[in-house]
């Protein structure tokens, strides 16, 4: 009997939180379009009896609950430029791990994590020695190598 409770209130809770990913961006879009009008739907809801509140939008508090917890997820996931994170934050003794390496004869492509939403693509001229790493927002990274003879590759 304790396990069919249990089903049932896991049941509940996948609905509870599936029903958010809906409401949520329409909570969002209406507060974001129609600030007034929201309000006083709020304010309608709360003459309703308990079980009859907010049917088809989030409660105020939990909104704005997901609000600061998404924000915050989003801002510890991208890179600011303030809170970069440290080199071995990923990889092996300080060195990042490359993805999507390619190395043709005259270029080497690849890209690596910095962190959740930021993947910096890293191009090596192997001709040149000219190597430039750019990421989102303003993180980026250029230098070059003294050319000896540009038929040479360098890498």
């Known amino acids: 009997m304790h396990f069919m409770q ?23 879009w209406r507060t974001l379009t129609q600030p007034i009008t929201m309000m006083e739907y709020a304010d309608s809801e709360l003459h309703d009896p308990e079980e009859q509140q907010y049917e088809d939008a989030l409660s105020p508090p939990l909104f704005l609950l997901l609000a600061i917890l998404i924000t915050q997820a ?8 303030t809170n970069i994170p440290p080199l071995h934050s990923r990889g092996q003794d300080s060195w990042w ?21 930021n993947k910096p693509k890293l191009s090596i001229d192997r001709r040149s020695g000219r190597i430039s790493i750019r990421g ?7 230098g070059s190598c003294d050319t000896v003879d540009s038929e040479q590759r360098r890498f």
């Open 6 to 28: 249990l089903l049932k209130s896991l049941d509940e809770l996948l609905y509870e939180v599936m029903s958010w990913l809906v409401f949520f961006p329409l909570t969002l």
């Open 97 to 117: 791990n490359l993805d999507a390496v390619v190395a043709t004869r005259d270029t080497i492509t690849a890209q690596y994590r910095l962190n959740g939403l």
């Open 136 to 142: 989102a927002s303003d993180y980026a990274f250029s």
């Open 74 to 81: 989003i801002s510890m996931s991208v890179d600011s430029g």
